[in-house]
């Protein structure tokens, strides 16, 4: 029943954030090439984007779920047993988003270093 709840509160979530993205244009392969900026760029540039499009995609589901032990631990009630899930949760997001920070790092001073390189 729990998972139920959860499943059906996700859902409504990602639905709330994705209708209007849907709504405000008609979303073809062309249009969606070029938003990340796949068009005529080279291939050092567009598995750039690529990687940057889904880093920043992680970083957003990472700051979510520190919302969301957020809200578990504001919506406790004084039961430890939600407080330490929550922390728990809180505390996985944040390695997580470190995680993602260190990794965009790297990608972008590899990509900076190569910048530069002939064949």
């Known amino acids: 029943m729990k998972l139920n709840r959860k499943l ?3 859902a409504a979530s990602i639905a709330t954030l994705v209708i209007p993205a849907i709504a405000s244009a008609a979303v073809t392969i062309e249009n969606v090439g070029g938003s990340l900026g796949l068009g005529s760029a080279d ?16 970083g957003l589901i990472a700051v979510i779920m520190i919302l969301y032990g957020g809200f578990i631990w504001l919506t ?3 039961n430890e047993d939600k407080v330490d899930q929550a922390k728990k949760i809180i505390s996985a997001a944040a390695v997580g988003l470190v995680v993602i920070l260190v990794s ?3 990608v972008n001073f590899v990509i900076g270093s190569t910048r530069n390189v002939t064949t």
């Open 43 to 58: 291939l050092k540039q567009t598995v750039l984007n690529i990687i940057t499009f889904v880093l920043g995609l992680l």
């Open 76 to 78: 406790a009630g004084g």
């Open 104 to 106: 965009w790092a790297i």
């Open 8 to 10: 059906i509160a996700g």
